[in-house]
Structure formats: C-alpha cells, structure tokens
C-alpha cells in the first residue's frame, strides 16, 4: 500500500541524518584535531570524484550551473557555515538556530512548489524547534554574533537546497548515483580552497585518521547523501525537512553511550518533542495533493536499486 511505501520511504530517509549524527563522535575520535574544513572537504570531494569515475556521467547543458547550485546549497556552503557556527557558538546553539531551517522549508515549498501551509505544520515547527532547544541548551552565554549569522545562512542553505531540490528533481536520464556525485564534488571544489587556506594539510596521518576519512566519504557522504536525495524525490519537501532533526538526537545518544556525556531529563522530552515533530510533518495516507504535487515537479520514482517500490 501507499501508506506502506512512505512510512518505508521516510525510514530510509531518515538514515541519511542519523548517519550524520554520528560525524561528532567520529571526528573526535579518529580525526585529526580541530580541522573541521578538511572533514569536510574529505567527506564531499572523494566521495563524488568516485561517484563520477563509475558513472561516467557529467552535467550539461541547464545541469552544468544547475549542479553547481546545488552542490553549493547541499554541501559546500551548508558545511563551511555550520562548521563556523559550531566553532563560534557553545552549547549547542548552533543547532538551536538551525532549527529554523523546516520554517524556512515551509515557506519556500509553499511559493515555489505550491504545498498547502496547515496547522499541524506550523504545529510541526513549533515542537521540533521546541524540542532542539531542549535537546541542546545548556545555559545562557554570550552569543557571537559572527557565529549566530553562519548558522541562520547555513539553515537557509540546507532549506533552499531540500527545495530546490524537490524542484528540480533531475535529468530524466541521470541515475540516482551521478546525481549525488555531481553534488558531492561541486560541494567539496568550494570548500577545498577554505581547507587549503585556513588549515593546510596535516603533517601526518594515523591508522584512526585514515578509518575516519573512510567513513566520512563512504557512509558519511556517497551513501547517506544518495539515500538523502532518494527521499526528497519521494517525500514532500517538509517532510525531509524534519527529519533532518534526527542529527542532533543521534550526536546526543552517541555522546551518551560512548562519551559519557549526560542525558537529562530535558533532553529526553527534546528527543521526544523532535519525534513527534517528525511525525506530524509526514504525508498523511492517502494525501492525493502530495501525489499531484510531485507529479507536477516532474518527480520520479528512482531506479535505486531497480524496481524498489519503498
């Protein structure tokens, strides 16, 4: 059944984001120190440079520029801001702020693509950022302004790339795969010039360093990006949107289980508001204006694997 397929489909979407929260763990344990432009470099640009030497398929025409905008929005733009928030705001901050970026979704997929604003929506809005802010808040501080701005671009970002995106769909003759490469290796030309002249290279790597890299650009990158992708073609825009919240909920956990990091009470509610968020911002069984709506945008059911249904 339909309901079926988009309760599978949203599971798998919400991988992609659960995958990303582990990256805190990984890059504190097996990456080099304070080096978060090179993480990110490292996880987009191998990842797509390998994507396109196996599919072979490089953008043109409209998908030249395209491709570019979106390798931006996605990836390039999107971690280079985030990662100068995160180093700038303490306490988890940053992700208080970029909680804004469903409200931005909302109003974007609205104008551009024609989705109905409704009540549980904004309801959605109200209990995912309420619950971040629960998740992550550890007191008042002084707030760096600088910090404060790349967070909200960053937000903006992500919410402008999940629409466009949905937009846009792709090239009916380009899979699944070079799409997430084309991606992947817009968005890691544009931050390797930050790396190279900020942080330069590391002197040397260890084992650990190398496993991390591994993971960052496998699982991290070419994997959880093709499933992100795969979702925001299937699934209306707001409701990818939300599940973008799981990030921070998996970096809390993890920080719980392996850092010894503490889970109060708060935070357990924040876990919980986020879930319901998520679940109120999922299409309804049987919503025929999401189905028209995708159909309008030129939407299509990916052959990824062949003849998935979910």
Same mark, same amino acid.
């Given at each position: 059944?339909?309901?079926?397929?988009?309760?599978?489909?949203?599971?798998?979407?919400?991988?992609?984001?659960?995958?990303?929260?582990?990256?805190?763990?990984?890059?504190?344990?097996?990456?080099?120190? #304070?080096?978060?432009?090179?993480?990110?470099?490292?996880?987009?640009? @191998?990842?797509?440079?390998?994507?396109?030497?196996?599919?072979?398929?490089? =953008? /043109?025409? %409209?998908?030249?520029?395209?491709?570019?905008?979106?390798?931006?929005?996605?990836? +390039?733009?999107?971690? &280079?801001?985030?990662?100068?928030?995160?180093?700038?705001? @303490?306490?988890?901050?940053?992700?208080?702020?970029?909680?804004?970026?469903?409200? %931005?979704? *909302? $109003?974007?997929?609205?104008?551009?693509?024609?989705? /109905?604003?409704?009540?549980?929506?904004?309801?959605?809005?109200?209990?995912? !950022?309420?619950?971040?802010?629960?998740?992550?808040? /550890?007191?008042?501080? !002084?707030? #760096?302004?600088?910090? $404060?701005?790349?967070?909200?671009?960053?937000?903006?970002?992500?919410?402008?790339?999940?629409?466009?995106? /949905?937009?846009?769909?792709?090239?009916? #003759?380009?899979?699944?795969? @070079?799409?997430? +490469?084309?991606?992947?290796?817009?968005?890691? *030309?544009?931050?390797?010039?930050?790396?190279?002249? &900020?942080?330069?290279?590391?002197?040397?790597?260890?084992?650990?360093?190398?496993?991390?890299?591994?993971?960052? !650009?496998?699982?991290?990158?070419?994997?959880?990006?093709?499933?992100?992708?795969?979702?925001?073609?299937?699934?209306?825009?707001?409701?990818?949107?939300?599940?973008? *919240?799981?990030? @921070?909920? &998996?970096?809390?956990?993890?920080?719980? *289980?392996?850092?010894?990091?503490?889970?109060?009470?708060?935070?357990?509610?924040?876990?919980?508001?986020?879930?319901?968020? &998520?679940?109120?911002?999922?299409?309804? =069984?049987? #919503?025929?204006?999401?189905?028209?709506?995708?159909?309008?945008?030129?939407?299509?059911?990916?052959?990824?694997?062949?003849?998935?249904? +979910?």
């Amino acid at each position: 059944m339909r309901s079926d397929r988009q309760l599978r489909t949203a599971g798998l979407t919400a991988a992609a984001p659960a995958i990303w929260g582990t990256t805190y763990l990984v890059t504190t344990e097996w990456l080099p120190p #304070d080096r978060p432009l090179l993480a990110a470099t490292a996880r987009a640009l @191998p990842a797509g440079l390998v994507l396109l030497a196996i599919a072979r398929t490089l =953008p /043109k025409g %409209i998908w030249l520029w395209r491709a570019l905008v979106l390798g931006t929005l996605n990836i +390039g733009a999107f971690n &280079v801001l985030l990662f100068v928030a995160a180093y700038r705001l @303490p306490g988890g901050i940053a992700a208080m702020i970029m909680a804004v970026q469903p409200m %931005i979704v *909302l $109003v974007m997929a609205a104008l551009l693509i024609g989705d /109905k604003i409704r009540f549980t929506h904004v309801l959605a809005c109200v209990l995912g !950022a309420t619950g971040v802010v629960s998740l992550v808040f /550890k007191g008042t501080t !002084a707030v #760096d302004l600088v910090g $404060v701005a790349a967070a909200l671009v960053a937000a903006a970002c992500m919410a402008t790339g999940i629409t466009l995106t /949905k937009l846009w769909g792709r090239p009916h #003759d380009v899979g699944l795969l @070079p799409f997430t +490469g084309w991606q992947l290796t817009a968005g890691g *030309l544009l931050s390797l010039p930050f790396t190279l002249a &900020v942080e330069g290279l590391p002197a040397t790597i260890s084992g650990p360093n190398i496993l991390g890299f591994a993971y960052l !650009a496998s699982l991290g990158a070419a994997i959880s990006y093709a499933i992100w992708f795969r979702g925001i073609a299937r699934l209306p825009a707001l409701a990818v949107s939300f599940l973008a *919240l799981g990030s @921070p909920v &998996v970096a809390t956990v993890l920080g719980y *289980l392996f850092l010894h990091q503490t889970l109060s009470m708060p935070q357990l509610a924040g876990i919980l508001l986020i879930i319901g968020a &998520v679940l109120l911002a999922q299409p309804r =069984p049987g #919503d025929s204006e999401q189905r028209q709506a995708a159909t309008r945008h030129g939407q299509r059911a990916e052959q990824w694997p062949q003849g998935d249904a +979910g």
